[in-house]
């Protein structure tokens, strides 16, 4: 189906009112034709997330949780142990669709948890608690964004440049973003920032995306392709980067779309601070460093052929295709939580942030 509204005005992830149903933004359509899809089989939403129709790591949460809420609905038996074991199946089968982004397993494990914690329930009544913990992992999210665009907003001040790679924003999330809320909540309060957004090669997020929401919020922003930073910093334009990430080890290395390291390494050159925008969702404590996250490789033909009219590289040439990379935390100015900002050394202060979070709940 193809509608008219602003870009804003869709949710990117949503559950269908009319019956279970994950109904998505399909992201690898824009900015041509907005479409509505609605996925239904494990099949449909390991795809969806896969091929990038939803896509960013807190809209693949929200997804996840309530793609296995949908398959939930769908397991035929009343008997507990059984319907465990078919719901672990399913929780496996979707949380191999994409291996960097940790809210994808965070999302599964919490929604697992729903079940484990309720082995006296009946069934139908687990498929109720699981219906409402996805809605809360929804709702959550623009909670958590929110608390970020504020805490991030405090890192800038009115009609300063900002640099962005990927599409860390609405369409990234529920809404306002990570890297965009403090960009949101400037506009709302008329800070008149100019923003420059990466393209972000291969698959042009920040082109595709990142240009398209932040035009259609009125906000000032100049596409750039990703050999440009260098440029813009030099010329004085950019006073802070914000980025998104996919998970950020208990040092504070951060993955995030491929060629973030290399705009923090420029950025570093010129004296710009650079800022990742993460929800504690997005923080693994469980990997020490950056050198544990698994970098997810993506299909040659992304690089080679896609979005161009024709293929673009001689056949059968060698591709090398990583969709993230590690920026050290060494390059990183701060990591902008809900629960305020974390500075160096990463390993106490985000350790700080969870024990704010364990006895303050933003949630
Ligand atoms: O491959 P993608 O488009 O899912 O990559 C997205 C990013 O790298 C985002 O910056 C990250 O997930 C944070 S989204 C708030």
Redesign the pocket.
């Known amino acids: 189906m193809s509608e008219q509204k602003n870009i804003m005005e869709y949710e990117t992830v949503a559950l269908d009112d009319r019956g279970p149903a994950v109904v998505i933004l399909d992201q690898t359509k824009l900015p041509g034709s907005v479409e509505l899809i609605r996925l239904t089989s494990a099949q449909e939403i390991w795809d969806a997330i896969y091929y990038?129709k939803v896509?960013?790591?807190?809209?693949?949460g929200v997804a996840a949780a309530f793609g296995i809420y949908v398959l939930a609905e769908g397991i035929r038996t009343e008997d507990y142990d059984a319907f465990l074991e078919e719901f672990r199946k399913q929780k496996r089968y979707l949380d191999s669709a994409?291996p960097t982004?940790v809210n994808l397993s965070w999302a599964l494990e919490r929604m697992e948890q729903i079940v484990l914690q309720n082995p006296g329930k009946s069934v139908k009544e687990i498929r109720t608690l699981l219906r409402q913990e996805a809605v809360a992992i929804r709702d959550e999210d623009i909670r958590v964004c929110r608390a970020i665009g504020e805490y991030g907003l405090t890192l800038v001040k009115p009609g300063d440049g900002i640099l962005t790679?990927?599409?860390?924003?609405q369409l990234?999330?529920v809404k306002y973003?990570?890297?965009t809320a403090p960009i949101y909540l400037g506009q709302e309060r008329g800070y008149h920032f100019r923003v420059f957004a990466d393209e972000t090669r291969p698959?042009l997020?920040g082109a595709r995306l990142t240009a398209y929401e932040l035009q259609a919020s009125g906000v000032d922003v100049t596409l750039i392709c990703d050999n440009m930073s260098a440029t813009v910093m030099k010329n004085g334009w950019v006073n802070a980067v914000f980025?998104?990430?996919?998970r950020v080890a208990a040092n504070g290395d951060a993955a995030?779309?491929i060629g973030?390291s290399a705009v923090a390494a420029v950025a570093a050159h010129y004296g710009v601070p650079v800022y990742v925008?993460a929800p504690t969702s997005?923080i693994d404590r469980n990997t020490e460093s950056g050198d544990g996250i698994r970098i997810?490789q993506r299909p040659a033909e992304e690089v080679t052929e896609m979005w161009y009219r024709e293929r673009m590289a001689p056949e059968g040439v060698k591709v090398f295709n990583p969709?993230?990379d590690v920026t050290d935390h060494s390059l990183i100015a701060g990591i902008v939580t809900e629960y305020g900002i974390a500075r160096a050394p990463y390993t106490e202060s985000l350790q700080r942030i969870f024990e704010q979070k364990g006895s303050h709940p933003l949630t």
């Open positions: 990038l896509r960013g790591a807190p809209a693949i994409r982004a790679h990927c599409n860390a924003g990234a999330t973003g990570t890297a698959l997020q980025v998104g990430c996919d995030n779309k973030t925008c997005t997810e969709a993230f």
